[in-house]
């Protein structure tokens, strides 16, 4: 039995051989995985290594390199908040203290979580906030229930 | 006389579907790719040369000498890589760039490729930039459905390969073989050089690596010629550019102006001047790696590689940052030395450790148990981890720390004299 | 005729250097005997250029270049100890200290540490680092004989190098970025290969501990000799750390050499066990001849007077076996045949040897299946007294019996022969063996009629052949462990008195 879907390994298999080489697959084989499970478990790389031969090291090595993997379990929406220059000046430090207190008040059933993250490229829109791949702009304090709000709706 | 605020690289700004093939081959789009398969690589090259243009990415080297560099008898494949991680805070440019006009970023690669002997090309973008990947995506399927990419292109007899690569959070990835690290799967961290990628890049191929507004200018200096390129901008700072404008402005945005542009008129005009009750105290020209400059210091200052250079700062990639008079110093001192500590990569010991330092008196700073003294240290510290690293992450680290030091130490000064 | 390597010709501090076209700044100084402070860079290894430590100046230069990647070019002008560089190197360790945990007293690398060297150097005597520094996980059992500290580690990649181009094990990776970056096996795995303590000896810190050689001694009070490995045919060149003057060893590092380059195998690390004072047979065993008579401790002389009245009791030709193990010098095989087969005419030789060896196993790297590191030797020393030099065990022609006397070269390294046990017992069923051997153990085999005590490997002068037929040379005896402990050379020569003297 897979830890995959029958999809996705179709999808990790056409990256293996859409680059020169097997290894320059392991960015976008992880973000499919991430993609349909939310993070990349060690069952995950472990059947990576054993049977589509990525090295589990360099598979690792990736993970903790780059922000957007994840290797703990997440919650269903992943909140990055970028929290710094621009962002900062224009009310991100409010409106993360804000999203902090909801996810405090949810407890265990809250659906978010929040990282605060560097620059998202939208400096224009600041304060930025991706809600899994969405982008949100100008969130101020005072849009932060109305965002929310809607995933919460989804989430049910 | 030149029109003051042309419209090349942003030509298609809110035309309907201008991010189309329609749109863009309706309106000259692919024109300067079937005029330079008529033509040399050598004069291609020469052409670019000839035109200027320096690398929009924030260095500002010479394109045409960088594409000089590649082997030309060398066998085997050689790549072209669109570095499209924009991941410079204050800078979104290309974001804009890419959505706004796909196919002039994918013509100047395609040039480009031919240009050097490339059969691939890829295009980096930072993960973050969800929408505009899928922008990149569909723009790609256009080219290789209308015959644009893959072989024999337009009867050409040259073939090129052009696939979307997609980052995955990491500041580094910007620097070009820190781009080509991981391109390759590897952790994003830059190579030792020499050897240089135009000898061996992407798998120990010939590999350029040039930025996104870089490409984009190819088609336009193709079709009208290098002379027409300078028709814009200044003698060293040929061409126009475009400016990510980012505070508390009216009209925060991207816009395109020739070099030499006035720097006060750009953020009265084109950013819409501060937003109503907020002054100017700091300026960031370049990206945040780049040193600050006072409201003093935007006089008569101009928008070109030389005049911020003669200031003591850069240009860099293009990215303004105002820093309003409600900021204080510590806090976006703060920004600037966590982002960096953070994006280091960790493999050059004064980096790693030179960033972490300073993020670790920072501290110190913030909950105000540091002392003159450790304001001071930054300073050294930043100075002794500058020109000591593979890449310029450490610098761009120390420059900004360094220009805070300098000239708002005693704002940090008086910050920490405040107490709890 | 070859044509001649190109070289070019630049000034380093001055003096004019030439070197091979190709030959970087840093291995250029080290050939001229100019030192060049480095963490990260290895001559084993490929360059990584990460510590930073090695900073030049090019005349005409901007910035400080790495020497490790720096090739020079014609006339180019390198300084390496001017005070813009001196500062370089400064800072350079301030960087590599700042989250050190400096905890050098508790640490096994005090001493050859290249971080303790540069430091007290550079006189830096107190952490800049005002605030807590970053906490990462100590005393991480990966391997065998490994303990990793990864706070003491500063990330110079070394041992990702070694496992990646070395044994391509890959088993070591960074991970995470900046400050926060972490050497380290994948979560739960360890490194098992048989060259592990390599990471030890290359490691410039003490992040890499050996487990067998942890909290055991202070480096400062260990002395070295230079020795060649006795555990397989490869014949590594190592060095040998004890102290003489309490009759132990402690461990065994690779010497470089063509043979071996700058590494050896773990199995080779343990050829100093069997070497201690505790371990060995410390005197002479003699017995009345007769089978099952009473035995006895006895100086080397004794035993020496009782061997040389049994010979007298027997004729050579005809009763009397000699049984050799390949783990003795060219010289001890030639003393030991010229007497017993020239002089006294014995014409049973058996080789003792190892039978479940497979002798043409090679793991590649250096380790081979013939755990014995002179077995084209003992080939050779017996062809040149007419018998055959074919390698075959010849023990199951020994125990077909017929010999009053054997006498018997027992194989030094003892775990490199799984079977010796039962080979032991086999020979101690005979009707009086003389036993040759550094084996404390055969005091207590009652069988056992005679023994003599050898010196170890490290203890006489000769030499080995490798399977490759190169000489290996032991040329730097420490004192023997063993007061009475003889080489065979010796030993013979001693029989041979007596019995000179007897006639």
């Known amino acids: 039995m897979s830890v995959f879907s029958a999809g996705l390994v179709k999808t990790i298999e056409g990256y293996l051989t859409r680059y020169e080489t097997k290894r320059s697959a392991i960015l976008p084989v992880l973000h499919a995985i991430q993609d349909e499970s939310g993070w990349i478990s060690p069952e995950a790389i472990e059947e990576l290594h054993t049977k589509f031969a990525l090295d589990r090291v360099h598979v690792k090595e990736v993970i903790t390199f780059y922000d957007i993997y994840h290797d703990e379990p997440t919650k269903k929406y992943v909140l990055r908040f970028c929290h710094q220059f621009t962002c900062h000046m224009l009310g991100a430090p409010e409106a993360i203290r804000k999203i902090e207190a909801k996810i405090d008040a949810m407890g265990e059933s809250c659906p978010f979580q929040l990282e605060k993250f560097p620059c998202l490229g939208k400096c224009d829109g600041a304060p930025v906030l991706l809600v899994n791949k969405d982008r949100h702009e100008r969130v101020t304090e005072d849009k932060v229930d109305a965002i929310l709000a809607k995933y919460e709706r989804t989430h049910g | 006389m030149a029109d003051a605020k042309p419209k090349i690289?942003?030509?298609?700004?809110?035309?309907?579907?201008?991010?189309?093939?329609?749109?863009?081959?309706?309106?000259?789009?692919?024109?300067?790719?079937?005029?330079?398969?008529?033509?040399?690589?050598?004069?291609?090259?020469?052409?670019?040369?000839?035109?200027?243009?320096?690398?929009?990415?924030?260095?500002?080297?010479?394109?045409g000498m960088k594409?000089?560099?590649?082997?030309?008898?060398?066998?085997?494949?050689?790549?072209?890589?669109?570095?499209?991680?924009?991941?410079?805070?204050?800078?979104?440019?290309?974001?804009?760039?890419?959505?706004?006009?796909?196919h002039m970023v994918i013509e100047g690669m395609i040039i480009g490729g031919f240009a050097i002997g490339a059969s691939k090309g890829y295009i980096y973008t930072r993960w973050e930039f969800q929408?505009?990947?899928?922008?990149?995506?569909?723009?790609?399927?256009?080219?290789?459905?209308?015959?644009?990419?893959?072989?024999?292109?337009?009867?050409?007899?040259?073939?090129?390969?052009?696939?979307?690569?997609?980052?995955?959070?990491?500041?580094?990835?910007?620097?070009?073989?820190?781009?080509?690290?991981?391109?390759?799967?590897?952790?994003?961290?830059?190579?030792?050089?020499?050897?240089?990628?135009?000898?061996?890049?992407?798998?120990?191929?010939?590999?350029?690596?040039?930025?996104?507004?870089t490409l984009a200018n190819v088609p336009h200096i193709i079709n009208a010629g290098a002379k027409e390129f300078r028709k814009y901008g200044t003698e060293k700072s040929p061409g126009t550019k475009l400016f990510s404008i980012s505070g508390a402005l009216n009209k925060p945005g991207v816009y395109e102006v020739p070099l030499g542009y006035s720097f006060e008129k750009f953020i009265t005009d084109e950013a819409g001047g501060m937003m109503p009750g907020r002054s100017i105290k700091a300026v960031i020209p370049g990206g945040a790696s780049a040193a600050l400059f006072t409201p003093d210091d935007l006089k008569g200052l101009t928008m070109d590689y030389e005049a911020i250079a003669a200031k003591g700062s850069m240009l860099g990639s293009g990215a303004i940052m105002i820093i309003d008079d409600r900021q204080s110093m510590v806090e976006m001192l703060k920004s600037t030395v966590d982002f960096f500590s953070h994006e280091s990569c960790g493999q050059c010991t004064p980096c790693r450790e030179g960033t972490g330092w300073l993020a670790?008196?920072?501290?110190?700073?913030?909950?105000?148990?540091?002392?003159?003294?450790?304001?001071?240290?930054?300073?050294?510290?930043?100075?002794?981890?500058?020109?000591?690293?593979?890449?310029?992450?450490?610098?761009?680290?120390?420059?900004?720390?360094?220009?805070y030091v300098t000239k708002y130490g005693d704002e940090l000064k008086a910050y920490l004299a405040k107490g709890g | 005729m070859a044509e001649p390597t190109p070289t070019?010709?630049?000034?380093?501090?001055?003096?004019?250097?030439?070197?091979?076209?190709?030959?970087?700044?840093?291995?250029?100084?080290?050939?001229?005997?100019?030192?060049?402070?480095?963490?990260?860079?290895?001559?084993?290894?490929?360059?990584?250029?990460?510590?930073?430590?090695?900073?030049?100046?090019?005349?005409?230069?901007?910035?400080?270049?790495?020497?490790?990647?720096?090739?020079?070019?014609?006339?180019?002008?390198?300084?390496?100890?001017?005070?813009?560089?001196?500062?370089?190197?400064?800072?350079?360790?301030?960087?590599?200290?700042?989250?050190?945990?400096?905890?050098?007293?508790?640490?096994d690398q005090a001493g050859e540490c290249k971080l303790q060297d540069f430091y007290m150097e550079v006189g830096k005597y107190k952490s800049q680092m005002e605030r807590p520094k970053v906490l990462k996980p100590k005393a991480l059992a990966i391997g065998d004989d490994l303990v990793l500290d990864t706070e003491r580690c500063i990330l110079c990649d070394r041992c990702v190098r070694f496992e990646g181009e070395v044994t391509k094990t890959g088993a070591l990776g960074i991970f995470n970025r900046g400050d926060r970056a972490i050497v380290g096996t994948y979560p739960d795995r360890k490194i098992t290969h048989n060259y592990q303590t390599n990471l030890v000896d290359i490691c410039p810190v003490g992040a890499f501990t050996s487990k067998d050689f942890r909290f055991k001694q202070r480096v400062w009070f260990l002395k070295e000799q230079p020795a060649i490995c006795p555990g397989c045919s490869t014949g590594c060149h190592v060095n040998v750390h004890g102290k003489p003057e309490v009759r132990t060893y402690f461990r065994v590092k690779p010497r470089e050499s063509a043979v071996n380059g700058h590494w050896m195998c773990d199995k080779g690390r343990h050829t100093y066990k069997h070497l201690n004072q505790e371990v060995r047979l410390r005197f002479g065993i003699v017995s009345d001849g007769v089978k099952g008579s009473p035995r006895r401790r006895a100086s080397f002389d004794e035993a020496i007077a009782a061997l040389a009245t049994k010979l007298a009791s027997v004729d050579a030709a005809k009763d009397l076996a000699l049984l050799v193990s390949p783990q003795y010098t060219n010289e001890e095989y030639k003393a030991f045949f010229e007497f017993f087969v020239k002089k006294l005419g014995v014409k049973k030789v058996f080789q003792w040897r190892e039978p479940t060896e497979k002798i043409d196993e090679f793991d590649g790297l250096l380790y081979r299946g013939d755990h014995n590191p002179n077995t084209k030797g003992l080939s050779d020393a017996l062809k040149a007294v007419g018998l055959s030099g074919d390698v075959k065990n010849g023990f199951g022609e020994l125990a077909k019996g017929g010999n009053k006397l054997v006498i018997a070269l027992a194989p030094e390294v003892a775990f490199q022969y799984p079977s010796l046990t039962a080979q032991l017992t086999s020979l101690s069923e005979l009707d009086y063996v003389s036993l040759w051997t550094l084996n404390g153990d055969v005091f207590g085999m009652k069988g056992i009629a005679h023994a003599i005590p050898m010196k170890g490997y490290t203890e006489k002068k000769g030499t080995f052949l490798n399977y490759q037929g190169k000489v290996g040379e032991l040329f730097a005896p420490f004192p023997s462990a063993v007061d009475d402990a003889r080489d065979v050379t010796e030993t013979v020569a001693a029989l041979a008195d007596v019995l000179t003297r007897a006639h």
């Open chain 2, 360 to 403: 670790n008196i920072m501290c110190g700073l913030t909950d105000r148990t540091g002392t003159a003294a450790s304001v001071d240290k930054m300073g050294t510290v930043a100075k002794y981890m500058s020109g000591k690293t593979i890449c310029a992450l450490s610098e761009a680290c120390a420059i900004p720390v360094i220009s």
């Open chain 2, 131 to 213: 929408g505009e990947i899928k922008v990149l995506e569909d723009a790609i399927k256009e080219a290789y459905a209308a015959g644009l990419l893959g072989k024999n292109i337009l009867g050409s007899g040259f073939d090129f390969d052009l696939d979307h690569y997609s980052g995955a959070g990491a500041y580094i990835c910007g620097e070009e073989t820190g781009l080509i690290s991981s391109l390759e799967g590897k952790k994003g961290q830059p190579k030792l050089k020499p050897p240089f990628p135009a000898v061996s890049g992407y798998l120990g191929r010939p590999t350029i690596v040039n930025n996104t507004e």
């Open chain 3, 8 to 107: 070019i010709t630049f000034l380093m501090n001055d003096k004019e250097l030439t070197v091979p076209k190709g030959m970087t700044v840093m291995e250029a100084a080290a050939k001229n005997g100019v030192y060049i402070p480095h963490f990260c860079w290895h001559p084993g290894l490929s360059i990584a250029g990460v510590c930073r430590f090695c900073m030049v100046k090019v005349e005409g230069r901007p910035k400080l270049e790495i020497a490790c990647n720096l090739t020079p070019s014609p006339g180019m002008k390198v300084y390496t100890q001017i005070p813009e560089v001196k500062e370089a190197h400064k800072w350079a360790l301030e960087f590599h200290l700042i989250n050190h945990p400096l905890d050098c007293p508790i640490c």
């Open chain 2, 67 to 102: 594409w000089s560099f590649v082997p030309k008898d060398m066998p085997g494949p050689k790549y072209l890589i669109c570095n499209n991680d924009e991941s410079e805070p204050g800078t979104f440019k290309d974001r804009h760039l890419c959505q706004v006009s796909p």
């Open chain 2, 9 to 63: 690289l942003m030509k298609f700004e809110g035309m309907p579907d201008g991010h189309s093939l329609k749109t863009y081959t309706a309106h000259g789009g692919y024109t300067a790719l079937k005029k330079a398969f008529g033509m040399t690589k050598e004069a291609i090259i020469d052409e670019v040369k000839q035109s200027g243009l320096r690398g929009r990415g924030g260095a500002g080297f010479p394109t």
